[in-house]
């Protein structure tokens, strides 16, 4: 077992202070590697005391937190751009299904009118074709009596209801190659009447 007495008190004390700094020293490092401490600036007094200046602290760069921060807050900004571009399409393909909408209802309502005009004309066509249908029926009836018996039917016609007639009965005589009665019935009408018909007749009819 050594003999510590043979050294004097001096030594002693000097190998002790020495271990508690050797100790402090350590221990500094120690939790400063573990980040529980800042050995710079907790020891950074000193250093100035014995004449060494400490580096000064370089800012640390922006954490995981803020950048991720920056690149939401960079995404919310396209993703509002990207909803304002949607809305604004949107909204011209809204206008253009309006546009397109007059456009249908304006081509019905065309469609519609020369449905209109069609079913009217067909409506006329038919009553022209009934009419002249009864005509030409009258007319054989007509051709097929005396003269003077047709002459009495025929003066109870108004205007033109025998104008009618006797243009039928032209247009029946040329298709036969035949002779007309026309000119035998208005001899047989009485003149005033007889030439208030060949007036009216010169006369081109409406369509």
């Known amino acids: 077992m050594p003999d510590y007495r043979r050294f004097g008190p001096g030594p002693r004390i000097f190998a002790l202070t020495l271990l508690v700094v050797l100790l402090l020293a350590g221990g500094t490092v120690w939790f400063d590697y573990l980040g529980i401490i800042d050995a710079t ?30 690149r939401l807050e960079k995404r919310e900004t396209a993703v509002a751009q990207l909803a304002d571009e949607l809305d604004q399409r949107r909204d011209e393909l809204d206008s253009l299904d309006q546009e397109l909408e007059a456009r249908r209802q304006e081509l019905d309502a065309r469609e519609q009118e020369l449905a209109e005009q069609e079913n009217s004309l067909n409506q006329r066509v038919q009553q022209f074709e009934n009419r002249r249908a009864m005509l ?11 003269p003077e018996d047709a002459v009495d039917i025929l003066a109870g016609y108004d205007d033109q209801l025998l104008i009618d007639t006797l ?5 029946l ?5 035949e002779l007309s009665l026309v000119p035998v019935w208005l001899a047989e009408l009485p003149a005033d009447r007889a030439a208030t018909i060949q007036r009216k007749m010169t006369i081109k009819p409406q369509e």
């Open 136 to 146: 030409v029926q009258n007319v054989q009836t007509l051709t097929s009596m005396r």
């Open 41 to 70: 600036r907790l020891l950074s007094p000193v250093l100035r005391l014995v004449g060494i200046e400490a580096a000064e602290e370089v800012p640390e760069p922006e954490d995981a937190a803020l950048l991720s921060r920056a």
């Open 167 to 171: 243009r039928v009965t032209e247009e």
């Open 173 to 177: 005589a040329q298709e036969a190659g």
